[in-house]
């Protein structure tokens, strides 16, 4: 894996490397790996994002759907103190079942130590993504938390947990300005039973990740 991403950061990072008037993108991997592959594609070039429709079993998208209203994809709270670390979520698919973080971290959350900005949707499930005007719609509310936390409350670390749709996680990584955001910790859980921990620590620099004893890191510039 850490072979892959040292040839998309290279391809996406040289003047010889990647270069497209437009790109496709499928996104279909784990949550950490899709929020990492964004963050290296970036938004400097075209592209184009998917999401595969399970009902339909198909990537196109469908041509029938109509755009969810305004104000379905929305962000709060959005607090006016700083803080060292605010705690990220992305919850479309499903909201957040708080006893699947671990009982240090949720009382952090709880006591208001680490704050709580939630993206959420009042069309919450697998299909609220239904065609690229909802993908806009959620990336705007995403931006905002993103922009928010970096800007207003002046973060040092970001943790993100995502429940979400592949594309959405995939667009918000895209969103992470590189060399010009905070560290990034993605949490993963290996299933229902278990509590999210962090997978991945993406900065402006360089993505790493410690299984046991061993650590590995990749340069992102």
């Excluded at 409350?153 to 895209?174: C, D, E, N, W, Y």
């Amino acid at each position: 894996m850490s072979i892959i991403f040292e040839k998309l950061v290279t391809g996406f990072n040289s003047s010889s490397g990647l270069s497209t008037e437009n790109l496709a993108i499928f996104p279909l991997h784990h949550i950490p790996t899709l929020v990492l592959a964004g963050r290296v594609m970036g938004e400097a070039q075209a592209i184009q994002v998917f999401q595969y429709d399970r009902g339909r079993k198909t990537w196109a998208w469908d041509s029938k759907a109509n755009a969810h209203p305004a104000g379905t994809f929305r962000v709060s709270p959005l607090p006016q103190t700083r803080a060292d670390e605010v705690f990220i979520t992305l919850e479309l698919s499903a909201s957040l079942d708080e006893d699947s973080l671990s009982p240090e971290f949720r009382g952090e959350v709880d006591s208001g130590k680490i704050p709580w900005i939630r993206v959420t949707t009042s069309e919450t499930g697998a299909g609220c993504i239904g065609c690229p005007e909802d993908l806009e719609q959620f990336s705007r509310a995403a931006r905002a938390a993103i922009v928010h936390a970096q800007d207003v409350m002046r973060v040092a670390k970001v943790h993100l947990i995502a429940i979400s749709p592949a594309s959405t996680v995939f667009r918000f990584g895209q969103m992470l300005q590189a060399g010009n955001h905070p560290e990034y910790v993605v949490y993963d859980r290996a299933g229902r039973d278990y509590k999210f921990v962090p997978a991945l620590s993406i900065t402006g620099h360089d993505v790493s990740a410690t299984h046991g004893q061993n650590s590995v890191s990749i340069s992102l510039r």
